[in-house]
């Protein structure tokens, strides 16, 4: 079980005194994943298509010059376009909800359009009603061994209880196993460290008939430098287990969407964590903050990371169907990202939660 979250004040002087000490980490040598990528963040969900997202907040490996677009095409539902870098199914996906009213959001599929990759999006309300909501979005393809010493990065489409696709920067395998109705361990093999916890994981449903789903990390360990993550899925109508197709994903040392060099400003932390589960480049391990603000709301805060475009994503960490969002879209406190969270029981009321939030910039 964890520990009730402390005060903001007292959280952030601890986060910073830790990063003093542990300052000017080595740095993971640059490597080549991934090989394409794109995130945006959708602020109004009712746009019609093709329309350009917000531009501080999207990025991707296209020639600089057109945007990534999105429109509505249903309530709750929405496409977003990532120009000239299509590749098909192949890669990974994750999408957060930007709410905080207790929406959540899912993949229904990605694919290729001529040269443009498109990701599929159904937003919901508490108990399931489909509704119409921001929400930020990633898709990366990846391939190639990560040499020693580079951090590490997996992931993982899992579909009716198998491994639709992987990755794995360790050149080893990713597994998955149904434990349970609902319940999946998932085994990134040689991407963590012996000494124990690392990195950050981020799980996200997805439905191909867009009924809704959600998923979150039950548990997390470490045996030798596997990486074992127990996801857990629920029906949103009753908060019973429910099983679920899925996307997850492992970075350690490496942004969100597996790059590093650029960006050189990223960052993670999981409430409860341990081990370097607390994390940013260029601080080193203890550098970022959480702290409570009240029932089920919190704020990370990650030091010097808010540079050029960024991006956010967030997992619910623990037992029961309860689940978190990023609550209002960070802000740009003097190069400090300041990301809003709030955590929600099934009936979408407020509820303390664990969690893992990951932070990136583009460069």
């Known amino acids: 079980m964890f520990s009730r979250p402390r005060r903001l004040v007292a959280v952030y002087a601890t986060a910073l005194a830790t990063a ?50 999105g429109g509505k095409i249903a309530t709750g539902r929405f496409l977003v376009r990532f120009p000239n870098i299509a590749f098909g199914s192949r890669g990974n996906v994750h999408v957060t909800a930007v709410a905080r009213d207790g929406r959540f959001c899912e993949i229904v599929r990605w694919y290729a359009s001529a040269p443009d990759e498109v990701i599929d999006v159904q937003c919901f309300k508490p108990g399931g009603g489909p509704a119409d909501t921001p929400f930020t979005v990633l898709w990366n393809v990846n391939s190639g061994v990560l040499p020693a010493g580079a951090g590490g ?112 400003y990223f960052g993670y932390i999981a409430q409860p964590g341990g081990g370097t589960t607390n994390y940013q480049y260029p601080l080193g391990v203890g550098a970022n903050g959480i702290g409570s603000l009240g029932i089920g709301v919190y704020e990370v805060k990650y030091p010097v990371l808010h540079q050029k475009e960024t991006h956010a994503q967030v997992t619910a960490f623990g037992d029961g169907p309860s689940y978190c969002t990023i609550r209002d879209l960070w802000t740009d406190n003097l190069g400090d990202a300041l990301l809003p969270v709030a955590c929600f029981d099934n009936a979408g009321l407020p509820v303390n939660s664990g969690l893992t939030a990951s932070f990136s910039s583009s460069i």
């Open 20 to 69: 003093l000490l542990l300052i000017a980490p080595g740095a993971p040598a640059a490597a080549a994943t991934p090989d394409r990528f794109g995130f945006a963040y959708i602020k109004d969900p009712t746009v019609p298509a093709w329309t350009p997202l917000p531009a501080p907040y999207q990025f991707g490996s296209w020639v600089p010059g057109p945007l990534a677009t």
């Open 153 to 264: 990065y997996a992931s993982v489409q899992a579909i009716s209880g198998l491994v639709g696709q992987s990755y794995n920067s360790s050149g080893g395998a990713v597994t998955v196993t149904g434990v349970a109705v609902g319940v999946y361990l998932v085994r990134f093999n040689g991407v963590g460290t012996p000494a124990g916890l690392s990195g950050d994981i981020q799980v996200t449903a997805q439905q191909p008939n867009a009924q809704p789903r959600r998923c979150k990390i039950l548990r997390w360990g470490a045996s030798g430098s596997d990486v074992l993550a127990y996801v857990t899925c629920h029906d949103p109508a009753t908060g019973a287990a429910l099983n679920s197709d899925f996307t997850a994903s492992f970075h350690r040392e490496r942004s969100v969407y597996a790059a590093f060099a650029p960006p050189k």
